[in-house]
């Protein structure tokens, strides 16, 4: 299966930032969740939770016949994801600033693969800079219209 190709939305400044508002975006491209990938997430935020590393035991005694991703973990792809398909520049500095709304309605099996789309309903100026609110939703390959994660990441941008 073919990938599209993304293309890179360069903006510069709290003008361009601005024009960003109502703007979607994605979706990614697919993103398979195997169990390295499981695993690594697992030693790096100190869950160790049978479900998620413990592939015989979840093929056993586990209700989606595999191992299945934390959900954190995919939320954790979002930003990264988000940066292919836009740079921002033009500030003093550019960081997470939260995560908010965010829900797991479906269950990603080892061996799935994922992607995201976003939108950005608003762009705010706040106090030193601009806050840009992303709606995020993470879209499971085969699975229909449910996604598997979906919230929201807010980046502040400082002037």
Same mark, same amino acid.
């Given at each position: 299966?073919? !990938?599209a190709?993304?293309? %890179? /939305?360069h903006v &510069?400044g709290?003008?361009?930032?601005l024009? /960003?508002?109502?703007r !979607?975006l @994605?979706?990614?491209r697919w993103?398979? =969740?195997d169990q390295? *990938?499981?695993?690594?997430?697992? *030693?790096a935020v100190?869950?160790? !939770?049978w479900?998620? +590393?413990?592939?015989?035991?979840?093929k056993?005694?586990g209700?989606? @016949? &595999?191992?299945?991703?934390?959900?954190?973990?995919l +939320?954790a792809l979002?930003?990264?994801l /988000?940066?292919e398909h836009l740079?921002?520049? $033009?500030? *003093?500095?550019?960081? &997470? #600033? $939260?995560i &908010?709304?965010?829900?797991f309605?479906?269950? +990603?099996v080892? @061996?799935?693969r +994922?992607r995201?789309?976003?939108? =950005?309903?608003?762009?705010t100026?706040v %106090? @030193? $800079? #601009?806050?840009?609110p992303?709606?995020?939703?993470?879209?499971?390959?085969?699975?229909g219209e449910?996604?598997a994660?979906?919230g929201?990441i807010v980046?502040r941008?400082?002037t």
């Open positions: 299966m073919s !990938e190709t993304i293309e %890179k /939305l &510069n709290p003008e361009e930032l024009a /960003l508002a109502g !979607e @994605g979706p990614s993103v398979t =969740i390295e *990938r499981i695993d690594t997430f697992a *030693r100190d869950d160790q !939770e479900i998620h +590393v413990d592939v015989e035991r979840a056993a005694e209700p989606f @016949g &595999n191992t299945i991703a934390h959900g954190l973990l +939320v979002a930003p990264p /988000l940066h740079e921002i520049t $033009g500030f *003093r500095l550019s960081v &997470n #600033y $939260g &908010n709304k965010v829900r309605p479906a269950t +990603v080892e @061996g799935s +994922v995201v789309h976003f939108t =950005i309903p608003e762009v100026e %106090k @030193g $800079g #601009y806050d840009v992303i709606d995020f939703k993470v879209e499971i390959e085969g699975n449910k996604p994660a979906a929201q980046l941008h400082l």
